[in-house]
């Protein structure tokens, strides 16, 4: 079967722009919405206010998320995304 794949980054896309929705049409998922944390706001990272948008993604295809969470990086304009990411193991393949 086809193997897992993860893609992560920075985007400079929310889930409304085209380019981005093209790679969910084509099967992958955004970790933090799979595993149930939801939108992840990643911009600004720095300054008093929260982030307000989501531009930095961790896509998966053909795997299964489990946890995904926003973690604060010193000197960072954006807030990075940790995910749990469950990969299946082929146990034919030698």
Do not use: C
């Not at 206010?49 to 531009?55: E, K």
């Not at 930095?56 to 998320?65: R, W």
Request: hydrophobic share 45%.
């Amino acid at each position: 079967g086809a193997g897992a794949v993860i893609v992560a980054g920075d985007f400079n896309a929310t889930a409304d722009m085209a380019a981005f929705r093209r790679l969910l049409d084509e099967g992958f998922g955004d970790a933090g919405m799979d595993a149930g944390a939801g939108l992840a706001r990643t911009y600004p990272g720095s300054g008093p206010w929260p982030p307000v948008i989501g531009i930095d993604h961790i896509l998966t295809k053909n795997s299964s998320p489990a946890a995904a969470h926003i973690v604060r990086v010193p000197g960072a304009d954006h807030r990075g995304l940790l995910a749990t990411v469950r990969v299946p193991v082929d146990m034919t393949a030698s």
